[in-house]
């Protein structure tokens, strides 16, 4: 069973700033590693998919990279509408999601 | 663009069987394009995935529910529907529908459409 950590768990930050998330999986899973962004009471939203690729419509300032067990997802100018919580998911074997890591407001 | 939108009892007694159906729009299950899953959230916590189903009616469960969940579809009304028998307060949580995608055969995959998401509560 693969087993998905997040860090920081939150984070603060400002607007403009760069941010990045780090996803660990308990084994190496190649890239099958996915990015969600989801606000307070509103379903998860696909960012970035096969650990580096951006999904449509998604601004650039999204990206993501790693391969094996490390992975990080950068926002390289935090906007206002950025501030939600980030879940990293792996598709390698049973799907499972990281525990969130959520970007509020310095 | 497919749209999603679950329904069903928001409140569900212990030891019963939690059933939410998941309605899609803008696509055709049968299309083939997509496997369609539930996925959960904890009130305040993560996500968990439970299952998938494909329009031919193949199934995959999550090993740690697998004993208590149906996932099932309905062409006819591009309906796919959950089952979830003796639930528990451990059992309250949003319940999602999702699209998932198979990019290619390298077996990439994610969850690119979803529901808005139900509350259900499991309470006496």
């Known amino acids: 069973d693969i087993q998905m950590t997040q860090s920081p768990s939150s984070l603060s930050a400002s607007v403009g700033d760069r941010v990045t998330i780090t996803c660990r999986a308990s084994q190496s899973i190649s890239s099958y590693l996915n990015w969600y962004q989801q606000k307070p009471g509103k379903a998860p939203k696909l960012l970035i998919y096969?650990?580096?690729s951006l999904q449509s419509g998604v601004p650039s300032r999204f990206s993501g990279s790693g391969s094996g067990t490390d992975f990080t997802l950068t926002i390289s100018s935090l906007q206002p509408e950025d501030f939600a919580t980030y879940y990293c998911q792996q598709s390698y074997s049973t799907p499972r999601f990281g525990p969130g890591t959520k970007v509020d407001i310095k | 663009q497919v749209q999603l939108q679950e329904s069903g009892p928001g409140l569900v007694k212990p030891s019963q069987t939690l059933s939410l159906t998941c309605t899609v729009s803008?696509?055709?299950?049968?299309?083939?394009?997509?496997?369609w899953s539930w996925i959960r959230q904890h009130p305040g916590k993560g996500l968990e995935w439970i299952g998938y189903?494909?329009?031919?009616?193949?199934?995959y469960y999550n090993p740690s529910l697998k004993s208590r969940v149906t996932i099932s579809v309905d062409t006819s009304k591009n309906q796919f529907s959950l089952k979830l028998s003796s639930v528990t307060a451990a059992d309250t949580a949003v319940y999602y529908c999702?699209?998932?995608?198979?990019?290619?055969?390298?077996?990439?995959?994610?969850?690119?459409?979803w529901g808005q998401g139900t509350l259900v509560t499991v309470s006496s």
């Open positions: 096969a650990a580096s």
């Open positions: 803008g696509g055709s299950i049968s299309s083939g394009g997509y496997y």
């Open positions: 999702a699209t998932t995608n198979y990019y290619d055969s390298s077996g990439y995959s994610s969850f690119d459409y």
């Open positions: 189903i494909y329009y031919s009616g193949s199934t």
